[in-house]
């Protein structure tokens, strides 16, 4: 029941080129680890842990 609840909530969002940063508010991560790295990476936007929007609990796949 808890993954058709997050199938239901997940979606995707097609950008044709980029989104502009300025339309980027706040972040959801799936826990501490991906918070952390973020804030390694000096990322200056609001960071909030929300393990229930994701399948995986904290995996990290950055690339930059």
Do not use: W
């Not at 980029?18 to 972040?27: F, L, T």
């Amino acid at each position: 029941e808890k993954r058709i609840k997050k199938r239901i909530m997940c979606a995707e969002v097609l950008v044709r080129d980029n989104v502009a940063p300025e339309y980027i508010k706040k972040i959801f991560v799936p826990g501490q680890r991906t918070l952390d790295r973020l804030r390694q990476m000096k990322v200056v936007l609001p960071i909030e842990i929300n393990k229930d929007m994701f399948f995986h609990t904290d995996v990290i796949s950055l690339e930059y």
